[in-house]
């Protein structure tokens, strides 16, 4: 599973960027999670793999939606009112195969792929 994330840039605080993620197949659950310097990297959003079940982290949930388009093998991240603790290093990634279509695994250990990620950066 080839990944690759675009979308990211440089916004001021108040601002929206939309994050997408191409996949050569997207059978499957699908997270963003994101790492800031100086810290670890951390779960963002998850999204089942038929769409129909979503999760998000505390920090960003209310101002991120993730959606995903199966026909386009894309997953999307919109984020809104963005805030200077968003800024860091955003990565898409897929999750192992699982039949169960609800399935929203949040920690890393459920994803074996990852994206090369995209910089999100937050001036106030």
């Known amino acids: 599973v080839q990944l690759q994330a675009s979308g990211g840039g440089l916004v001021q605080a108040g601002d929206s960027l939309r994050l997408s993620c191409n996949a050569g197949?997207?059978?499957?659950?699908m997270a963003w999670f994101r790492q800031a310097p100086g810290k670890e990297r951390e779960f963002v959003a998850v999204i089942s793999r038929l769409g129909g079940v979503t999760s998000y982290s505390d920090s960003v949930k209310g101002r991120f939606t993730i959606s995903r388009d199966n026909a386009k093998n894309t997953v999307y991240l919109q984020m809104n009112a963005l805030k200077p603790e968003d800024t860091a290093l955003y990565y898409c990634?897929?999750?192992?195969?699982?039949?169960?279509?609800?399935?929203?695994?949040?920690?890393?250990?459920?994803?074996?792929?990852w994206g090369q990620g995209t910089q999100v950066t937050v001036s106030s």
């Open positions: 990634a897929a999750a192992s195969p699982n039949p169960r279509s609800f399935w929203t695994p949040v920690e890393e250990t459920s994803f074996p792929y």
């Open positions: 197949t997207l059978n499957r659950a």
